[in-house]
């Protein structure tokens, strides 16, 4: 790898010298040569040859009657007016200023001309809606008879009989055409009778029908249905139709992403692809959620699937636990939900297979959004405000006091003390010849004698906690090119509060450039570029003591959480301990470990901040040597840094009162390379075959390092590593890197296109296998579709419009954790936190390391997920009724699990291949369109995912 990338680098300087002289030489000589020939243009031309240049020019066809611009001369300095950025349609607006002919854009690349002697004017004239008006396009060659004759007619949807506005009509063989009006009629002026008409229009099937010397010709157009079949991406990046795919997949669209109200792609993704189950961690900013598709299908692995964006694996590494500290991240929250233009979802082991021991856990697929060629920027702009509100809580007991066993206690663990409604009402007797706790805001709490108030706090404690989150989401892109060159540009940024108060934010900024171009018709070459910064800063969760939540819950309903914080007096003329915290437990502040966290403290007084940078980068070279034939090249690098921070001061429960502070850096980095090639091969008009070839190499690593410190020297000093002796640092220093080579191919066979066969396999070997093992691991799949509405008695079938049965098998996997085919050594640390020092081996003469408790095994090898499938996919009802039906069975073998050891072998464990799992499932996708007009369409979607059995 690092070869190539050598090669790369010393070849690009190269050939840019090369080719900066040769272009300058050839920019001179067309400079030269234009002044040259210059003077010799003539001064006027036809209008009609004009026409024809801005033709050829822009790659579009312009029509018009046959008279509409005979003998119209145009000054020829106004073909060059509109400067090198002139677009079709501001040339128009030049060329045809003084001639009092308008023109409107029928459909992409598609202009008609007529005069209009209205006063409308052009903007009217411009709009699709505008004038009915026939027009004919003719190359003005003698080759056209002056004597036209006329065909007038309709052209109607066979679906409902409506007239189909916009359809193409046009004369076989001849630069002759017309478009119908709103209510489908035409009118065309044809020089003979004896041709044939050729009627066209997006989503229709095209239909020539012979003039056969009739003067009305009235046609019906049905839906296409081919090209009503959704394009989806494979597995290497490519676009097919979903009709040809006998494999199982959902795809999301990147508005259904956007419109969802979501801050993370994740979430995002709830509840729109059966089989796909998302959980989140919590509600908190920035929270993680984890995907999972068809189940578990390892018990010691990563269980989350393989990210891919646009043809680059990606890291969604997910830092932190489940329970207890803060609630953890997923990197895939790094990616701008607005950038994104489709997602794939690959579910089935065949589909996924070419990805080998990466794909156990299924594939989702990211394509992010690409300029148009539209010769003009777009700008899109949009942003949204998002209020959280808490659905429901626990419900607070209010009517017994702190204590137990209806005895009052002010410092009392539990809530079960006398009836707040039996106490005399008042105000408390305290004791003011003692210890106090005096606020911050001047407000001293004395020990109490006597409860007298029948006050109750639950109410204002929950609002001093909680509150309505929200976030606002600011997205701006940029989009546009020509026919060589597209780009899309886009910044977005987020900033989000949690339901918590205090310390509970996230912030993110993206950046991506997305540009494409097109050298010539064997060469083009496309780069991608994102750039994320994203900050949080994070409570605590509420399953442990030092989180806000279960200080809130365990606390009395008659005790105010307002004074949390301040000063602490053992005597009415002691100096004071600064700082100290107060809650239910320790209501003086008398005591530096609280046993509990008051709620604001943790709300307020803790750092749990995360900042992350992060870069995704990628590059494809596609080269085209022959019409059947591509090569791609594609590289691609993800990488980012993630600080975190976590400072509990001194009096938290964290670190038992005397201070903690933990600040630690993760970095991963991940290259991917592709070489591939794809051949195309037709075997007459009934029978096609595509074939795919290539290598992948992909390198991960990971490095984990970082120190926490306990027991603070000074209480209040910045935090930093040196406020604690050596004793109380621990230092974290944990590096992985996991390297995989791939080759794969595939072939794809298709007869009648009705009948399609799809194989593939993969050879991978990867750096975590056991160095006894077998150095190379094959994933095989297969996969059958055919559409049996090809048949001639199904295509008159009442009702049902498309039909397809599928049937696949595949083969895929889950790479061993790296280092495991080892018994490894390690420093020895002992750790009684929080409820003592730690005990590290290097701070003891020249260190410690033991032996790990965990056996080597030599013969590791990757878990594999056979899986077959079958399913039924229709489209009923003039295509607004979608069903698929899948029922999927998938077996993993040599699941790898630790096995226990008998003491006497001096291990405790072994990780090994040494378990069994199977998922068995019944997946239904279901989607009507109730309105489908042009320009309205409402339908709805259902999912539905039934999995009886997973045994290990």
Avoid: C
């Amino acid at each position: 790898m690092k070869n190539i990338s050598r090669i790369f680098l010393y070849t690009l300087p190269w050939l840019t010298g090369i080719l900066a002289p040769v272009q300058g030489q050839m920019v001179s000589y067309l400079i030269r040569d234009r002044q040259t020939h210059e003077s010799q243009k003539p001064q006027y031309i036809q209008l009609k040859d004009g026409l024809k240049e801005l033709e050829g020019k822009y790659n579009v066809s312009i029509a018009y009657q046959t008279g509409l611009v005979e003998d119209i001369v145009i000054n020829t300095k106004l073909m060059t007016a509109g400067g090198r950025d002139a677009t079709i349609e501001s040339m128009l607006d030049i060329v045809l200023r003084d001639s009092k002919i308008q023109y409107r854009k029928s459909r992409e690349g598609f202009y008609v001309l007529f005069k209009d002697d209205s006063t409308s004017g052009k903007n009217q004239a411009k709009n699709t809606g505008g004038p009915s008006v026939s027009m004919l396009k003719v190359d003005s060659s003698s080759e056209y008879d002056t004597k036209a004759f006329g065909i007038t007619g309709k052209v109607t949807d066979k679906a409902n009989g409506n007239g189909i506005p916009g359809v193409n009509i046009l004369l076989k063989g001849a630069n002759i055409g017309t478009v119908s009006d709103v209510d489908g009629a035409y009118k065309i002026d044809v020089p003979t009778t004896e041709g044939i008409l050729v009627f066209s229009y997006i989503g229709y099937v095209t239909q020539e029908v012979p003039i056969a010397n009739k003067s009305v010709l009235d046609v019906v157009l049905g839906e296409n249905v081919q090209a009503l079949s959704e394009v989806v991406v494979t597995a290497l990046g490519f676009k097919e139709a979903a009709d040809r795919l006998g494999s199982t997949s959902s795809k999301v669209a990147g508005e259904a992403l956007a419109k969802s109200g979501e801050t993370s792609v994740i979430n995002a993704l709830a509840g729109k692809a059966a089989g796909v189950q998302i959980s989140r961690a919590a509600g908190d900013p920035g929270a993680a959620a984890f995907i999972q598709i068809r189940g578990q299908n390892t018990l010691t692995g990563n269980t989350q699937p393989l990210i891919v964006v646009d043809g680059i694996p990606i890291s969604n590494t997910t830092e932190g636990g489940t329970s207890g500290g803060v609630v953890p991240q997923s990197r895939l929250n790094d990616i701008n939900p607005n950038d994104i233009a489709s997602m794939q979802i690959l579910k089935g082991a065949s589909a996924a297979a070419l990805w080998g021991s990466r794909a156990a856990n299924g594939v989702i697929l990211i394509t992010t959004k690409r300029g148009a060629d539209s010769n003009k920027m777009n700008i899109a702009f949009s942003s949204t405000y998002s209020v959280d509100q808490i659905n429901r809580f626990h419900p607070f007991q209010g009517k017994f006091g702190q204590g137990s066993a209806g005895l009052y206690n002010p410092n009392g663990a539990n809530a079960w003390g006398d009836k707040i409604e039996s106490r005399a009402g008042g105000a408390d007797e305290v004791n003011t010849a003692g210890a106090f706790f005096e606020a911050q805001d001047g407000t001293k709490y004395y020990p109490i004698i006597k409860k007298n108030s029948k006050e109750v706090y639950n109410d204002s404690n929950y609002d001093q906690v909680f509150r309505n989150g929200y976030f606002i989401d600011n997205a701006l892109s940029l989009s546009g090119g020509d026919q060589k060159t597209t780009y899309f540009f886009s910044v977005g940024d987020i900033r989000q509060k949690g339901v918590q108060r205090g310390n509970s934010t996230y912030n993110r900024t993206t950046i991506r450039l997305n540009v494409e171009r097109k050298f010539n018709e064997i060469v083009r070459m496309s780069a991608t570029a994102a750039y994320t910064k994203s900050f949080s800063d994070r409570i605590q969760r509420g399953n442990n003591l030092s989180g806000a939540t279960v200080g809130l819950l365990r606390n009395p309903a008659d005790f105010d959480i307002s004074d949390y914080k301040g000063s602490y007096y053992t005597s009415p003329t002691a100096s004071p301990i600064l700082n100290r915290q107060r809650g239910y437990r320790s209501y003086l502040g008398a005591v530096i470990n609280p046993a509990n966290n008051n709620s604001l403290w943790a709300l307020y007084e803790q750092q749990n901040t995360t900042d992350v940078d992060r870069f995704m980068n990628s590059a494809e070279l596609g080269i085209k040597p022959a019409s059947w034939l591509d090569i791609i090249a594609r590289a691609g690098l993800d990488t980012y840094s993630d600080e975190q921070i976590n400072y509990f001061p001194v009096n938290d429960i964290t670190g038992a009162g005397t201070g903690q502070y933990k600040e630690q850096v993760t970095k991963e980095t991940q290259v991917n390379a592709d070489l591939l090639a794809r051949a195309t091969k037709d075997f007459g008009p009934n029978f096609a075959s595509t074939y795919v070839v290539g290598v992948n190499l992909n390198n991960r690593k990971y490095n984990n390092m970082g120190v926490t410190i306990n027991n603070f020297l000074v209480a209040d000093a910045p935090a930093n590593f040196a406020n604690a002796t050596a004793l109380n640092r621990t230092p974290v220093n944990l590096k992985t890197e996991v390297r995989t080579v791939r080759a794969y191919a595939t072939a794809s066979f298709s007869a009648y296109d009705a009948l399609f066969l799809n194989l593939s396999g993969a050879a991978e070997s990867a750096s975590s296998f056991g160095a006894l093992s077998d150095k190379t691991f094959y994933y095989p799949s297969a996969d059958l579709a055919w559409i049996f509405t090809k048949l001639k008695f199904m295509e008159s079938a009442p009702g049902i419009n498309f039909a397809k049965l599928r049937a696949s098998y595949g083969v895929v996997g889950v790479q061993p954790l790296p280092y495991r085919s080892n018994t490894i050594f390690s420093s020895t640390t002992f750790s009684a936190n929080p409820w003592g020092d730690n005990l590290v081996g290097s701070q003891f003469g020249n260190g410690a390391y033991s032996q790990g408790s965990s056996m080597g095994d030599q013969y590791l090898k990757p878990e594999r997920k056979a899986e077959y499938e079958i399913g039924l996919d229709m489209r009923l009802i003039q295509n607004r009724l979608k069903l698929g039906l899948t029922y999927y069975n998938n077996k993993v073998k040599d699941v790898l699990v630790p096995v226990t050891l008998a003491p006497s072998t001096g291990f405790a464990t072994k990780y090994t291949n040494a378990a069994e799992l199977q998922n068995k499932g019944f997946e239904m996708d279901l989607s009507y369109e109730v309105i489908k007009k042009r320009k309205l369409q409402l339908g709805g979607t259902r999912q539905f995912h039934t999995q009886p059995k997973q045994s290990p």
